[in-house]
C-alpha cells in the first residue's frame, strides 16, 4: 500500500493529498484510498489531525507518522521539528504577553554583569597565537638567563621582552638633514625634560634616572645627543660616524637605531662600521623603562606624561615634525577604536531603523507591519546585551573586535525576522492569528534553526582557535547567535501575534484605528471550492493561495526573476559567469599574504600611524637582534666546539636578512681574539675559564658579555650561553617571517641544542600560524555544516549543493579579499568563520524552500525563489547596513569586517538567488 503527504490544507474541508510519488491521491488515481477523514482543524502540513483510512483492513495512521514512513529518516527530523515549532506557535499565540515580557526580564537580569567588565588591550596577548613557538622559547630564555638579567644591568639586546619605552622621531617638513643646530637644540630641550622631576600623581615626583633600565648605574644613553651635547662641532667637523661612531670617552656607541635614510660621505657603499655621515633625514630617541613590579604601573603614567609635554612642546614649533610612541601607545588606540565604534553604533542602529521601517512598509496601512521592524531591531538589541551580561559576569574579557559584534548581529537577527515575514505574508489572511503564527513558525523554523545551528558551528570551531582575538569575538558572538533565536521565536514572534490581532482587525499601522472590516475567519465554502477548481489547472508554485498576502518583491521574483534566470540560455551564461568567477578567485587565493603588520594595530591616520610608517621606512636596517642560546653545557674550550658555533653563526650572517659578522655579538669570538692577542693557545679547560672570569669579563667593553654567560654552581663550566645577530632590511611581512624561518632552521641545524629567538618573534609567529589555523578551522567548520545540514535539510543533493556553495563563497571571499588588499591574518580569519555562518544563511533559506515546494524543478525552483527571495534581499540590505559605517572605521581591523563582509554578502547573493537556483534546477531532487 502507498502512503501520501499532506498536499496543501484550506480553511475548510477542502484538501488535496500527494503520494509518495508525488502525484494527486484520489479514488480514480488510486483506489486502495477511498476515505479521507478529518478530525477538527488542519494545522499545518504535518498535523495528527489528518487522518487516511485504509478500506481493506480499516487500518489509519496519522499524517505524521505517514511522512516519516514516506520520506524517510532525514523527512522525519524535518517534519518533527515543524510539528513542534506549529504546536509553539499556537502557545505564542495564546500567551502572547508572558512571552513577550520574559526575555526582557531576563536581559535585565543578566545586565548586572556589566558590573563585572574587563578589558584587554594588551595586543601581545590578543593577536599573537597562544601557544606560539616564541612564547615558549621565551620562557626558556628567561629561565636559562634568569641569574644574569634585570633591568638595573641590562642592555636593549638583551632584554627578552620589549617592556616599556618611550620613542620619539624628529622630521622636517622638506625632509632636509635632522643633523643641523636648530633641530638638535630642540630634541635636546625635549630630552631635558624627560630627564626632569615629572610629577605623576598627586604630589609625588620621578627622575628618568629612577625609573630607566641601566647599564653600570646610568641610563642607556642617545648617542646622538651624547655626541651633540658635549661637542657641537663634533657634527661640522665629519666627526660622527655610521653605524658605530666613536663617543668622546673613547667608547663607542650605537647609532643604527637612531638615525634614519643616512647619506655618507663616501660615495660607494658602506664598507665599515665607522663611515662618515653626510646627513640623515630622520633621528629618534630611545627610552627604555623598567617594567617589574610596582614600576610598570608607575611607567605607564610617565609614559602618558611625557608624551603630553612633548606634544605641549612641539605644538608651535616651524619646519619641525615631531611624532611618539610609547609602549602604551597599542593599548590606547585599542581603547580609541572601541569608543569611535560605539560612538558610530547608534548612527548604524538609525540607518537599520529607517531601512527596516521601510522594508515592512506597503501600500496597505493594515497590512504594513512598521513596529514589527522596530520589534526585530529590539529583539537583537536584547539578545546583544544578554550575550554581553553573560560574559561580562563569567570574567572573559571584551576585546576590541568585540565591538563588530553589535554589527553582526543585528544584520542577521533581522534576516530571521525577515524570514518570519515572508512565512507569515504566506498564510492565508482569512485564518485566526492563533493558525497564521502556528503556520508561520512551521514554515520557518527549518531556514532560522538550520542556520542558527550552523553560524554556532562556525563559531564554536572559532572558539578552539589559537588567537584570542578569534577565540574571544566567536565566543560573544556564538552566544549572541543563540539569544538572538531564542528572543526571536519568543519576543518577535510574540510582537507578531499583536501585530497579526491588529490585521485582523482592520487597523491602521501608526493611528491604530479601524479602517476597513475585519478579515473573515473562514472562507465560504463556494469560494473555496472554485479556488480549488482553479489551482488543480496549473501549478500552485506559481499560483497565489487564497487570502495569501503579497508583496511587490515577491512576485518580482515569481513572475519575473525566477523565470528569466531558469531560461535556457540565461543558465548557460551563468555558468560561465560562474566559472570566470571562481577562476579569477583561485587566482587571488594563490597571491594571498600572510600577516597582520603594527601599522594595522593602529588607527588610520593617527599620530601612531605617522610614527609606525616612519619607522619601517627609516628604522628597519638594523633590528631586531636575534640570539641564538646554546641550552646546554659544552666544552667551549675545545677548537671542534668553536668551530661548530662560529659555523652556524656564519649561516646566518651569510642569509640576506642578516647583517654580516661585523654587526654580530659573541663573546665566544671576542675572547678567541683576546687570548690571540695575550698570546695564548692550546689552552685548557681551567685555564680557559679562569681567565674568562677573572680577566676577560672584567674588561669595561666586555662587561655585557656577562648577560650571556651562564656559569655552573662550582663557576667551573657554562651552562649554557647566547649570541647576537642583527636583523637586516625587513621591511615586509614576508621579510620577517623569512628572517624568523631562517633563523629557527639554523638553529635546528645545529649540532648542539639550540633555539633562535627575539621578542618580534613573538609577533612574528603569526605568520606561521595564521595559515594552519585557518585551514583547520575553516575544514572544521565546513565538515560540520556538512553533518547539519544532512540532518536538518530532508535531500542529500541540497545538502551537498549547501557545502559546494559555501566553500565557493569562502575561495570568492579570501581571493577577492587579496584585491582588495587584504593579508591573511588573525582578523581576516575571524571574518572567514562570519563567512561561514552568512553563505549558509543564504544557501540554506533557498534549499529549505526548494525542498518545502512540490512539483517540477523549475516549479519548486520559482516557489523557493517567491518564498525567500525578498527575505534574502532583505537580509542582505540590513547587513550591509549594519556594517555600512564599518567602512569610515580608523581601525584596520573594523574595516577588514567590512571588506569581507562586503564580499560575502554579494557572493552569497549570487549563490543564494542566482547560481544555486540554476544548479538546482538542473540537478535538484525532482519530487
Not at 635632522?178 to 633641530?183: E, K
Not at 601607545?329 to 569611535?340: L, Q, R, S
Not at 543563540?482 to 491602521?508: K, L, P
Not at 534566470?565 to 577562476?583: A, D, E, Q, R, S
Request: hydrophobic share 45%; charged share 20%.
Amino acid at each position: 500500500m502507498k502512503l501520501g503527504i499532506i498536499r496543501r490544507f484550506l480553511p475548510s474541508t477542502s484538501y488535496s493529498i500527494l503520494n509518495a510519488d508525488g502525484d494527486d491521491l484520489d479514488e480514480k488515481s488510486d483506489p486502495e484510498y477511498s476515505v479521507v477523514q478529518v478530525n477538527g482543524h488542519i494545522d499545518d502540513q504535518t498535523t495528527t489531525d489528518v487522518q487516511i483510512l485504509d478500506p481493506d483492513n480499516n487500518n489509519s495512521e496519522t499524517t505524521r507518522e505517514i511522512c516519516c514512513k514516506s520520506c524517510g529518516p532525514l523527512d522525519c527530523i524535518d517534519h518533527r521539528l515543524r510539528h513542534l515549532f506549529a504546536a509553539w506557535g499556537r502557545i505564542v499565540a495564546r500567551h502572547p504577553w508572558p512571552i513577550l515580557l520574559l526575555p526582557i526580564l531576563v536581559t535585565i537580569g543578566l545586565s548586572v554583569g556589566f558590573r563585572y567588565v574587563t578589558m584587554e588591550t594588551n595586543q601581545e596577548k590578543i593577536y599573537t597565537p597562544q601557544n606560539g613557538k616564541a612564547k615558549t622559547e621565551r620562557k626558556i630564555v628567561d629561565d636559562l638567563f634568569s641569574s644574569v638579567s634585570w633591568e638595573d644591568h641590562a642592555t636593549p639586546a638583551r632584554l627578552t621582552e620589549l617592556g616599556r619605552y618611550i620613542q620619539i622621531i624628529f622630521t622636517t617638513d622638506d625632509d632636509q638633514n635632522v643633523l643641523i643646530s636648530a633641530l638638535l637644540d630642540k630634541a635636546s630641550d625635549v630630552h631635558q625634560m624627560v630627564l626632569d622631576h615629572i610629577t605623576i600623581s598627586g604630589n609625588v615626583s620621578y627622575r628618568y634616572e629612577n625609573l630607566c633600565i641601566k647599564w653600570h648605574d646610568s641610563c642607556l644613553a642617545n648617542t646622538v645627543l651624547t655626541l651633540y651635547e658635549d661637542n657641537e662641532d663634533y657634527f661640522t667637523d665629519n666627526n660622527i660616524s655610521y653605524p658605530y661612531s666613536f663617543l668622546p670617552d673613547g667608547n663607542v656607541g650605537f647609532l643604527g637605531a637612531e638615525l634614519g635614510d643616512v647619506e655618507l660621505w663616501m660615495e660607494d657603499e658602506i664598507e665599515t662600521q665607522f663611515s662618515p655621515v653626510k646627513s640623515a633625514k630622520t633621528f629618534r630617541l630611545l627610552y627604555y623603562l623598567k617594567s617589574e613590579g610596582e614600576f610598570d604601573e608607575i611607567n605607564s603614567k610617565f609614559e602618558s606624561f611625557v608624551i603630553k609635554r612633548v606634544r605641549k612642546m612641539s605644538a608651535d614649533w616651524e619646519d619641525v615634525n615631531v611624532v611618539t610612541f610609547t609602549s602604551r601607545t597599542p593599548d590606547d588606540e585599542v581603547k580609541a577604536a572601541t569608543y569611535e565604534m560605539i560612538v558610530l553604533f547608534p548612527i548604524a542602529a538609525a540607518l537599520l531603523l529607517i531601512f527596516t521601517v521601510g522594508s515592512c512598509m506597503t501600500k496597505d496601512p493594515v497590512r504594513s507591519k512598521p513596529w514589527l521592524a522596530i520589534a526585530a531591531l529590539v529583539s537583537t538589541l536584547l539578545a546583544m546585551l544578554s550575550a554581553l551580561g553573560v560574559m561580562f559576569f563569567v570574567g572573559v574579557p571584551f576585546v576590541d573586535m568585540v565591538v563588530a559584534m553589535p554589527f553582526i548581529i543585528i544584520g542577521r537577527g533581522l534576516d530571521d525576522a525577515f524570514i518570519m515575514l515572508a512565512a507569515w505574508r504566506q498564510t492565508d489572511t482569512n485564518l485566526p492569528v492563533e493558525r497564521r503564527m502556528s503556520l508561520t513558525l512551521a514554515d520557518s523554523v527549518m531556514s532560522i534553526t538550520a542556520t542558527t545551528v550552523t553560524d554556532t558551528l562556525a563559531f564554536t570551531v572559532g572558539s578552539i582557535s589559537s588567537f584570542v582575538s578569534v577565540r574571544t569575538f566567536c565566543v560573544y558572538t556564538g552566544l549572541a547567535v543563540v539569544f538572538d533565536y531564542i528572543y526571536q521565536i519568543t519576543f518577535f514572534a510574540a510582537c507578531m501575534v499583536f501585530s497579526g490581532r491588529r490585521e485582523a482587525a482592520g487597523r491602521h499601522c501608526f493611528t491604530m484605528k479601524r479602517i476597513q472590516k475585519p478579515y473573515a475567519i473562514v472562507a465560504k465554502q463556494d469560494e473555496v471550492t472554485d479556488f480549488v477548481s482553479k489551482m488543480d489547472k496549473q501549478p500552485d508554485n506559481t499560483t497565489k493561495s487564497y487570502g495569501q498576502e503579497d508583496h511587490a518583491f515577491m512576485t518580482f521574483f515569481r513572475n519575473y526573476f525566477g523565470p528569466f534566470i531558469l531560461n535556457p540560455c540565461m543558465k548557460v551564461i551563468v555558468v560561465f559567469i560562474y566559472l570566470g568567477y571562481i577562476g579569477v578567485a583561485i587566482w587571488g587565493c594563490s597571491m594571498v599574504e600572510q600577516g597582520l603588520t603594527e601599522q594595522d594595530l593602529v588607527r588610520q591616520g593617527s599620530e601612531a600611524s605617522k610614527f609606525l610608517d616612519l619607522k619601517y621606512k627609516y628604522f628597519k636596517t638594523y633590528e631586531p637582534a636575534v640570539s641564538l642560546v646554546i641550552k646546554t653545557e659544552q666544552n667551549y674550550w675545545e677548537a671542534e666546539t668553536q668551530e661548530i658555533i662560529e659555523r652556524t653563526l656564519s649561516k646566518l650572517e651569510e642569509d640576506k636578512h642578516f647583517h654580516d659578522s661585523s654587526m654580530t655579538i659573541s663573546w665566544l669570538h671576542e675572547y678567541k681574539r683576546f687570548l690571540e692577542l695575550v698570546g695564548i693557545s692550546n689552552i685548557t679547560k681551567d685555564l680557559f675559564m679562569s681567565i674568562l672570569r677573572e680577566q676577560f669579563l672584567l674588561i669595561p667593553a666586555f662587561e655585557p658579555f656577562q648577560l650571556d654567560i651562564v656559569f655552573d654552581e662550582t663557576n667551573t663550566s657554562i651552562k649554557s650561553s647566547r649570541y647576537f645577530v642583527l636583523g637586516k632590511d625587513l621591511f615586509t611581512s614576508d621579510d620577517e617571517k623569512a628572517m624568523m624561518l631562517k633563523a629557527r632552521q639554523v638553529a635546528k641545524d645545529c649540532e648542539f641544542d639550540a633555539i633562535a629567538y627575539s621578542p618580534a618573534f613573538i609577533y612574528f609567529d603569526q605568520f606561521v600560524a595564521v595559515i594552519p589555523t585557518t585551514v583547520q578551522n575553516m575544514v572544521i567548520a565546513i565538515g560540520s555544516i556538512l553533518c547539519v545540514s544532512f540532518l536538518l535539510i530532508p535531500s542529500a543533493t541540497c545538502c551537498v549543493c549547501v557545502t559546494i556553495s559555501v566553500v565557493s563563497i569562502l575561495v570568492g571571499v579570501i581571493g577577492y579579499m587579496t584585491f582588495w588588499n587584504v593579508n591573511l591574518h588573525s582578523v581576516s580569519l575571524l571574518t572567514l568563520i562570519l563567512s561561514v555562518g552568512f553563505s549558509v544563511d543564504y544557501t540554506i533559506h533557498i534549499t529549505s524552500a526548494y525542498v518545502s515546494a512540490r512539483g517540477r524543478r523549475r516549479d519548486r525552483v520559482i516557489r523557493a525563489l517567491y518564498s525567500v527571495g525578498m527575505p534574502i534581499i532583505q537580509g542582505s540590505l540590513s547587513t550591509m547596513f549594519a556594517i555600512f559605517i564599518c567602512a569610515f572605521s580608523s581601525h584596520y581591523g573594523i574595516r577588514v569586517f567590512f571588506k569581507s563582509l562586503t564580499l560575502v554578502n554579494l557572493f552569497g547573493i549570487a549563490h543564494g538567488l542566482v547560481f544555486l537556483p540554476v544548479i538546482l534546477s538542473v540537478l535538484g531532487p525532482s519530487q
